[in-house]
């Protein structure tokens, strides 16, 4: 059973980098992530369905550590869908309090399970035969309903759990996305800043692309908060450019047979020059 899981969540995560590396935006990545991850879940139902577990022990690693591995994904992207499809279209101040409020509704959430969840964190077993077990006997310390479950490839405990790890996963995706959120009405403008022309990017869009790209990498930006396409937006504001995908570069670099940086390689150079003018 192990060795059947492992692989699957393996290919699921592979499957995964490559969309991150492929989609347009968020809205494109969280929905083509979702029916991924769906399909992962939908060959590990069809085999644990037909697999009969050697003892409860391997029961309850199933439904307490395996089976949430995948599902706290397609929730947390199911959530992601409904995040960006419902997110305003007017100013940074809107967006900030629109993730405002769905932060304050997640944490609402985890605050009225989180006797169940400190339960999975501190690592008790005492309840395990009544939390991952199907069919088990119900204890009255963490009441949910069965109404709405596949027993056979189900604990409504076992989801609940995994809810709660997409729950943690979205609450620290919100907090990037509003750390990175600037409302530019509220950056203060002095008389020097008002008047000053636009700085213009006059390379290659591939040698800024690099260069964003290792930034991102060495987390140089706010400690690699808001990622990588945060990044590519303040720059486009700045220079007043459009850089397109980001992850299309990144498979370009990836490709070059003559190495991944020349544009990088090329401004170490150029320093290097400058250095020994300097000193001769």
């Given at each position: 059973m192990e060795k059947f899981t492992t692989s699957l969540i393996t290919e699921m995560t592979v499957e995964l980098q490559k969309i991150a590396i492929s989609a347009?935006?968020?809205?494109?990545?969280?929905?083509?992530?979702?029916?991924?991850?769906e399909g992962a879940m939908t060959k590990l139902k069809e085999y644990i369905t037909s697999y009969a577990f050697k003892n409860i022990e391997e029961e309850i690693k199933f439904f307490k550590e395996l089976k949430p591995e995948f599902q706290k994904e397609l929730i947390f992207y199911e959530e992601i869908l409904y995040i960006e499809s419902g997110k305003p279209v007017g100013s940074e101040k809107a967006r900030k309090r629109y993730l405002e409020q769905l932060l304050n509704r997640i944490q609402g959430y985890c605050d009225k399970n989180?006797?169940?969840?400190?339960?999975?964190?501190?690592?008790?077993?005492?309840?395990d035969k009544h939390y991952f077990v199907r069919n088990a006997i119900r204890i009255p310390l963490v009441p949910v309903s069965y109404s709405d479950i596949d027993s056979s490839f189900s604990t409504p405990y076992s989801y609940k759990l995994a809810k709660l790890q997409a729950m943690d996963k979205l609450m620290n995706h919100i907090k990037s996305s509003l750390k990175a959120t600037i409302d530019i009405s509220e950056i203060p403008t002095t008389g020097q800043n008002k008047n000053r022309r636009r700085r213009v990017w006059t390379g290659p869009k591939s040698a800024l692309k690099e260069l964003i790209l290792a930034m991102d990498a060495k987390g140089w930006v706010s400690h690699g908060e808001g990622g990588v396409k945060q990044l590519v937006i303040d720059f486009e504001e700045f220079f007043g450019t459009d850089l397109g995908n980001i992850y299309r570069?990144?498979?370009?670099?990836?490709?070059?047979?003559k190495g991944y940086t020349p544009h990088l390689d090329g401004l170490k150079e150029a320093l290097e020059i400058r250095i020994k003018e300097k000193h001769e």
């Open positions: 347009e935006n968020q809205l494109q990545l969280a929905e083509q992530s979702f029916y991924e991850v989180k006797y169940f969840y400190n339960y999975y964190r501190s690592g008790e077993t005492a309840y570069e990144l498979l370009a670099m990836a490709l070059r047979k």
